[in-house]
């Protein structure tokens, strides 16, 4: 079986801005912890941003926080070692966390802090996939689920 990379927020660990986990309770995450496939992973922790911190979006190829601190430089390292966490393992599959600015898989924060949402891709979920590693959010597990089968 193929080893997945998963959002250390979705697996309870509070590494959220906020200092929060987000755990995503599902069958199938205690049958992979059971047969140690996961490899947990937070991008913004391992780019060197301590938690909690402030939020940030991605504004113009840029990572912004709310009190306009630039935090591409961390976003960026941190996309960059979940990829090589993942070629290290062989890992072919993600699941992150959808609408943060590293892990988003289908949308994200359009940028403005006014809690708007819009298509498109986190730093660490873009990454991955130009990679060939198929990134799923935590809404889309059945198609994981299938994916891996
Ligand atoms: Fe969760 Fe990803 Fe945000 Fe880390 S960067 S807290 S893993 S969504």
Redesign the pocket.
């Known amino acids: 079986m193929h080893k997945i990379l998963i959002?250390?927020?979705l697996l309870g660990t509070p590494?959220?801005y906020d200092g929060t986990g987000q755990q995503l309770l599902h069958p199938q995450i205690m049958a992979w912890q059971q047969q140690k496939l996961i490899v947990s992973?937070?991008?913004?922790?391992a780019g060197g941003l301590p938690t909690p911190r402030d939020p940030a979006e991605i504004s113009n190829d840029k990572v912004i926080t709310n009190t306009g601190d630039d935090v591409t430089t961390e976003f960026k390292l941190g996309a960059r070692k979940a990829l090589q966490l993942c070629q290290q393992h062989n890992i072919r599959f993600a699941l992150?966390?959808e609408s943060?600015p590293?892990?988003g898989r289908n949308t994200i924060y359009d940028g403005s802090h006014s809690g708007r949402k819009i298509t498109g891709m986190g730093l660490t979920a873009s990454l991955l996939e130009k990679n060939g590693i198929k990134v799923f959010s935590e809404q889309q597990m059945p198609a994981l689920v299938q994916a891996l089968a």
Do not use: A, G, I, W
């Open positions: 959002s250390s927020c590494v959220r992973f937070c991008p913004e922790v992150l966390k943060s590293s892990c």
